[in-house]
């Protein structure tokens, strides 16, 4: 999978959670979840859950506790697949 | 150190499914999934003990300057009134009605200062004027971010070191402030 493949099939898990769609729009690498997109804390875990449904992966606690930028999160996506 | 959170109990409900698969185990250790599911009303519980996590994660990286993360496993509430973490205690007390929970988190035993709000309001609007009417004298007050994200203030341009949070939530916002 490219990086772009998964950037765009992350853009599709985390656009419901998004309450600031500006953010949504200016997606980038550096895009911070809470701070940009407005996504409730609560419902990071969603994306984690959904990610890994999406994916196929196991996300552990450890992994978990960086995934609040698009960066760190295709970071950890790529790590885990290559783990597969 | 200081920190406070707040939830909107009915936006809760239509923002989170606490029942999905893996949702209650991503976030809450076994001790706390058990109170949760044995308690009478679990949603209720889920949004108290969330809310606490949350208001001592806030004290907590105010303390020490931390960078964001999201490990919410690491922040075990109990015993009692008491949260852990990383092996320093936080003692939170929280409070519910039918429509939101809030909790209050601290580090010692400091007295705080901590208004809620039940209608859209503009709560740093209000923590100045708390803060100025504490000052005793008309005082340029601004607040920004600093490189991890937490909210610091500035009195008359200078950087001031009065602990605060701020917390919103749907409808409920609230303020939180050294006494």
Redesign the interface.
């Known amino acids: 999978m490219t990086n772009k493949e998964l950037l765009s099939k992350l853009k599709t898990i985390i656009t419901p959670y998004v309450q600031n769609q500006v953010g949504l729009e200016n997606l980038t690498e550096d895009t911070d979840f809470?701070?940009d997109l407005e996504i409730?804390?609560?419902?990071?875990?969603?994306v984690?859950?959904d990610v890994?449904d999406e994916f196929d992966i196991e996300i552990d606690?450890?992994a978990?506790?960086?995934?609040?930028t698009v960066k760190a999160s295709i970071e950890v996506i790529e790590d885990k697949l290559a783990k597969k | 150190m200081i920190g406070n959170d707040i939830?909107d109990l009915e936006l809760?409900r239509t923002?989170?499914n606490w029942q999905?698969?893996?949702?209650l185990q991503?976030?809450f250790t076994q001790k706390e999934q058990q109170h949760i599911l044995s308690s009478a009303d679990p949603t209720l519980q889920v949004w108290i003990l969330?809310s606490r996590k949350?208001a001592a994660y806030k004290a907590h990286q105010r303390r020490f300057g931390l960078k964001?993360?999201?490990?919410p496993?690491?922040i075990e509430c109990g015993p009692k009134e008491s949260l852990t973490i990383d092996g320093f205690v936080y003692q939170v007390v929280s409070q519910c009605t039918p429509h939101y929970a809030y909790s209050v988190a601290k580090a010692q035993d400091n007295v705080v200062h901590s208004e809620i709000f039940e209608t859209k309001t503009n709560i740093r609007a209000q923590l100045k004027k708390t803060v100025r009417k504490r000052l005793g004298e008309p005082s340029l007050i601004s607040f920004e971010r600093d490189r991890n994200?937490i909210p610091i203030m500035r009195i008359n341009e200078v950087l001031s070191n009065i602990p605060f949070s701020f917390t919103h939530?749907g409808r409920y916002s609230a303020y939180l402030v050294k006494a």
């Open positions: 809470i701070k409730n804390s609560a419902n990071l875990v969603d984690i859950l890994e606690n450890e978990m506790e960086k995934m609040l | 939830v809760a923002q989170s999905r698969k893996g949702w991503k976030l969330w949350e964001p993360r999201y490990n496993k690491k994200g939530h």
